[in-house]
């Protein structure tokens, strides 16, 4: 007799225990089905703000350079004094280091008046350039990171943005 109550009691406990397992196992998966839809719904409003957050200029600040455009990443922007209004003179390798810079819907800081900026399309590449006061930006390929104003004043053509640019005539 105790041969089968010990067996029956082994049989039970594998019931139990596969009964147990089989609840954590769908406890599991609507968790992870809860998880998955939050997830969905955070990166959809994740990607509205992206959306807008693209779209917006930045008035930042350095000590050598003062107050300077930026993209909504924080990169600077540039105009190149060579540049003609509406009209780019930097092509060919000058792009490779001076790649443009084009937002569509553009939010300006306060201080900055929307109506100074406008798009071209570029002659030599038929890309989208947005401009300041006519004139193109651009970025700096050696502006490594958000803040870095590594391309003001280089060979004395190349100049930040901000409300007091004055551009050549």
Known sequence: MKKWSWLFIFLLAGVLLVGCSAKEGAKDKDTSNQAKETAVVVNKDAEKAADKSDTALQLKENEKVGNYL????????????????????CSGECLQNWPVFFSENLEV??????????????????????????FPLYYFVNDKAAGDVNGQGVKDVWFIVNSETTFPQ
């Open 70 to 89: 930026a993209d909504a990443k924080g990169m600077t922007l540039y105009y190149f004094a060579k540049d003609k209004p509406n009209t780019s003179n």
């Open 109 to 134: 800081p306060e201080g900055i008046n929307k109506e100074d900026f406008s798009t071209i399309t570029r002659a030599d590449t038929g890309v989208k350039q947005t401009t300041y006061k006519g």
